[in-house]
C-alpha cells in the first residue's frame, strides 16, 4: 500500500461528510447502489447525502464504489502524489481540519444554533448563510463563529483545495 492509500485510509473526510455533501450517481450505478444502500432522488437521478451511510473507517462497498468517489481526489491527495506534501505533514493537515471542525461544531453546540444539514459540509454552507442572515452582527457569538468558519474555509481552501462558501 502506497502513502496515497493510507493518507485516504487515515482521512475519510470526504466520506464523512466534512469536505463533501453528496455522492451523485451515474445512471447506470443506480442500480447497483440502491440494492446496497438507500439513494435519493430518482432512477435518472440519484443521489445520496453524506455522512456516507457506507463509511466505517474506510468504504465498506469499495468494489462498488461509485464514479466520483473513484475519481474524487482532493487537493491533499494530489499534493502528496506529486511528492509536494509528504506523509507526515498531510497528516498534520488532516488532524488540524479535524480539530477546526470540533471547534466550529463545539462553538455551534454552546451557541445553540441548530442547522437541518446532517453533514458537516452542507452545516457550514448553511452556517455562512444563517450568519449573513443575523441581525445581531457585532455579538460575541456572531463574531467569533464568524472568524472561526473564515479561518476554516480557508484552511481547507489551502490544503485540501475545497471551499464551503
Ligand atoms: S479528503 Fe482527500 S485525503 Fe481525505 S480521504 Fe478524501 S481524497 Fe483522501
Ligand atoms: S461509497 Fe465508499 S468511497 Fe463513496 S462516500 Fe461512501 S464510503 Fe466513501
Not at 60 to 71: G, H, L, V
Not at 135 to 152: I, P, R, W
Amino acid at each position: 500500500m502506497d502513502d496515497t492509500e493510507n493518507i485516504c485510509l487515515a482521512c475519510g473526510l470526504c466520506c464523512d461528510g466534512t469536505l463533501i455533501g453528496h455522492v451523485q450517481l451515474k445512471k447506470q450505478e443506480t442500480p447497483v447502489l440502491n440494492q446496497l444502500m438507500d439513494l435519493e432522488g430518482d432512477p435518472d437521478n440519484g443521489f445520496f447525502l453524506h455522512p456516507c451511510q457506507k463509511y466505517c473507517n474506510g468504504c465498506t462497498i469499495y468494489q462498488n464504489r461509485p464514479f466520483q468517489c473513484k475519481s474524487f481526489e482532493c487537493g491533499l491527495l494530489k499534493s502528496v502524489e506529486q511528492g509536494k506534501t509528504d506523509f507526515s505533514s498531510a497528516l498534520r493537515s488532516i488532524s488540524k481540519l479535524k480539530q477546526k471542525r470540533k471547534n466550529v461544531e463545539k462553538s455551534m453546540e454552546v451557541w445553540g444554533i441548530n442547522l437541518k444539514s446532517n453533514s458537516f459540509y452542507f452545516q457550514m454552507v448553511e452556517l455562512e448563510k444563517h450568519l449573513r442572515k443575523e441581525s445581531s452582527h457585532s455579538t460575541v457569538k456572531a463574531k467569533t463563529l464568524k472568524s472561526q468558519l473564515k479561518e476554516l474555509n480557508l484552511f481547507v481552501g489551502k490544503s485540501f483545495g475545497v471551499f464551503f462558501y
